[in-house]
């Protein structure tokens, strides 16, 4: 169940931590834009009363390159 009240007392985290956006005089100009529609798009599917369900219980590690994306994708199971 989506309970986004667990959002509100949180801080937005550091700038360092995701290296994607990286930091500083040279920070990504898309990050707010592209951090909005991430929010917006999760907020809508989270609410549409579909079910997500992980499909090989994935342990959130991340494949380090220039764009960053999960070790060995994410895929899941989406049903109504």
Known sequence: IF???RFLDKTEPS???YP???AGPRMCLGRPLALMNMKLAMAILLTSGFKFEDQN???G???WSLVQK???GFPIHISS
């Open 20 to 22: 994607v956006f990286s």
């Open 15 to 17: 700038p360092y931590k």
């Open 70 to 72: 999960m070790k060995g």
């Open 61 to 63: 590690s991340y494949t």
């Open 57 to 59: 219980g994935h342990d």
């Open 3 to 5: 309970k986004p009240e």
